[in-house]
Nanobody, 127 residues
């Protein structure tokens, strides 16, 4: 059974930082690429960031324009963990954040390419 478990969400003031974590199985990490999406109240889920990798090598970081320079996506191979470091947070970043996996080589921005999703973690940024 595939499990993706997010953690690290919370309430933070504008300008603050949070680091989201996503725990995955070793097989997921070795075979699939992964990404982060978010869904704000009343809005559709949107792409945030993704990594593409092959084996031990990271091939690409793909970021949504609105988070470039503020968010960083990374992974820890030894721990089978995916991270999203979020700095300079804004109220418009408030959303439930999800990690998800997609087959290697699949387009990173399309949510329909992702086959398994975590349960989500709430991020609330106050002004």
């Amino acid at each position: 059974q595939v499990q993706l478990v997010e953690s690290g969400g919370g309430l933070v003031q504008a300008g603050g930082s949070l680091r989201l974590s996503c725990a995955a199985s070793a097989r997921t990490f070795s075979t699939y690429s992964m990404g982060w999406f978010r869904q704000a109240p009343g809005k559709e889920r949107e792409f945030v960031a993704a990594l593409s990798w092959s084996g031990g090598s990271t091939l690409a970081h793909i970021m949504q324009d609105s988070v470039k320079g503020r968010f960083t996506i990374s992974r820890d191979i030894a721990k089978n963990m995916l991270y999203l470091q979020m700095n300079a947070l804004k109220p418009e970043d408030t959303a439930v954040y999800y990690c998800a996996r997609r087959p290697a080589g699949a387009p990173p921005r399309d949510e329909y390419e992702y086959d398994y999703w975590g349960q989500g973690t709430q991020v609330t940024v106050s002004s």
